[in-house]
């Protein structure tokens, strides 16, 4: 069981928009601005999409966005593309004793 | 261009050792904590182990006194020696290096390694 909890899937049409949740606690989300979102393709290495819960790293398509709300984060893709179909994973501090904890994984499809 | 390779997987039975080894290049290896994440075939992604640049050490109670994280800035490397390696230790392992400060996030990781863990 993962420290964060994610829907396992997500699914919407192109054009769309799809906001995949994050769930922590107090010790991780609820305390630390930094959350952090990857995407990973199919037999590719994660790729950083949104650091510091808002954050984009530059060559992000300002279609991806995040923001967080007490222990919950969000990341929002609007005008779903084809190749947004991917698997996605939250991320959060933890403070200095657990350090790092990831979410199980959400899977986008794009109908 | 940042480049992290990783080396060292393979099939190792239950209770072996085994050490991977991750190459640098393309930024300040020195300046930069540096981390190890795994991720069992189909499953999501653990984090392993991290290593600042002043050589402080950090574990997940899953590893801990297992596994060690370490660096040799001269070469431009990461290691990680993992020892009593268990079934469950089974994933592709990635080299991964830690945006800089403040915050902590990864943005760059290397194709990773299978470890695999099996008699």
């Known amino acids: 069981q993962s420290a964060l909890t994610q829907p396992r899937s997500v699914s919407g049409s192109p054009g769309q928009s799809v906001t995949i949740s994050c769930t922590g606690t107090s010790s991780d989300v609820g305390t630390y601005n930094y959350v952090s979102w990857y995407q990973q393709h199919p037999d590719k290495a994660p790729k950083l999409m949104i650091y510091?819960?808002?954050k984009r790293p530059s060559g992000v398509p300002d279609r991806f966005s995040g923001s967080k709300s007490g222990n919950t984060a969000s990341l929002t893709i609007s005008g779903l593309q084809a190749e947004d179909e991917a698997d996605y994973y939250c991320?959060?501090?933890?403070?200095?004793?657990?350090?790092?904890?990831f979410g199980g994984g959400t899977k986008l499809t794009v109908l | 261009e940042v480049e992290l390779v990783e080396s060292g997987g393979g099939l190792v039975q239950p209770g072996g050792s085994l050490r991977l080894s991750c190459a640098a290049s393309?930024?300040?290896?020195?300046?930069?904590?540096m981390h190890w994440v795994r991720q069992p075939t189909g499953k999501g992604l653990e984090w392993v182990s991290a290593i600042t640049t002043t050589g402080d050490r950090y574990y997940p109670d899953s590893v801990k006194g297992r596994f060690t994280i370490s660096r040799e800035n001269a070469k431009n490397s990461l290691y990680l020696q993992m020892n009593s390696l268990r079934a469950e230790d089974t994933a592709v392992y990635y080299c991964?290096?830690?945006?800089?400060?403040?915050?902590?996030?990864?943005?760059?990781w290397g194709q990773g390694t299978l470890v695999t863990v099996s008699s």
């Open positions: 393309g930024f300040t290896f020195s300046g930069y904590d």
């Open positions: 991320c959060s501090y933890a403070g200095s004793y657990i350090f790092v904890v």
């Open positions: 991964v290096r830690e945006r800089a400060a403040p915050g902590l996030d990864y943005d760059n």
């Open positions: 510091d819960v808002s």
